[in-house]
């Protein structure tokens, strides 16, 4: 009966300490978890923060394009009309003046 209740006691106590290492394992494993989704989190956040800087950056770009293109075209325009109003030519001056006309339209 002895060596019964001993036997019973190791089983019991054998139990226990794997109940033990279990829960362990089972904390172990959670905790990774919330540290791998956190982890995830924090680059998705980071994936959204870039994509938000490049929309700047981009946006930053074409208005920087439209107004490059403004000076452009307004450069154009002056350089068209000094040339006009320089012309001797009464027929030339009045092809250029359509012309500009219709490249302003």
């Given at each position: 009966a002895e060596q019964r209740r001993k036997t019973v006691e190791a089983k019991h106590k054998k139990q226990q300490e794997w109940d033990q290492k279990h829960h362990e394992l089972q904390l172990r494993l959670a905790k990774a978890a919330a540290e791998n989704e956190e982890r995830l989190e924090d680059e998705a956040r980071e994936a959204q923060?870039?994509?938000?800087?490049?929309?700047?950056?981009?946006?930053?770009?074409?208005?920087?394009?439209?107004v490059t293109n403004a000076q452009l075209a307004d450069q154009r325009g002056r350089h068209q009309a000094l040339c006009i109003s320089r012309c001797t030519s009464p027929k030339l001056k009045q092809v250029a003046q359509s012309l500009a006309e219709v490249q302003q339209a």
């Open positions: 923060e870039h994509d938000a800087n490049q929309r700047e950056e981009q946006e930053e770009i074409v208005e920087m394009h439209r």
